[in-house]
């Protein structure tokens, strides 16, 4: 059974930082490419950061771009979103997803798994 878990979210003050994480099991994790995404209230799921397989390639939104990274341990089958200078606007529901490539997906419905989503709440 696959499973990805996310924890790390949380409320926060702008301008703070947090770091999540996504445990996977069930599957081979080196050789899914990974994704984090996130969703507000009355808005879609938007794509945020992605990895290859082996976290050479990486690829992050526009609006987080300079604040967030994404980084992935294949020893640990875990995926990390580094957050940084957070803003009240990235308040969302955060979801991690994998896809069977080597190079990571922007679009959701490019993803095969995905965790239940751990809420980051950004206070101003």
């Known amino acids: 059974q696959v499973q990805l878990v996310e924890s790390g979210g949380g409320l926060v003050q702008a301008g703070g930082s947090l770091r999540l994480s996504c445990a996977v099991s069930?599957?081979?994790?080196?050789?899914?490419?990974m994704g984090w995404f996130r969703q507000a209230p009355g808005k879609e799921r938007e794509f945020v950061a992605t990895?290859?397989?082996?976290?050479?390639?990486?690829a992050v939104a526009d609006s987080v771009k300079g604040r967030f990274t994404i980084s992935r341990d294949n020893t640990k089958n875990t995926v990390y979103l580094h957050m940084n200078s957070l803003k009240p606007e990235d308040t969302a529901v955060y979801y991690c997803?994998?896809?069977?490539?080597?190079?990571?997906?922007?679009?959701?419905?490019?993803?095969?798994?995905w965790g239940q989503g751990t809420q980051v709440t950004v206070s101003s």
């Open positions: 990895v290859s397989w082996n976290g050479d390639s990486t």
């Open positions: 069930g599957l081979t994790f080196r050789t899914y490419a």
């Open positions: 997803a994998a896809v069977r490539a080597h190079w990571g997906r922007t679009e959701p419905s490019n993803y095969d798994y």
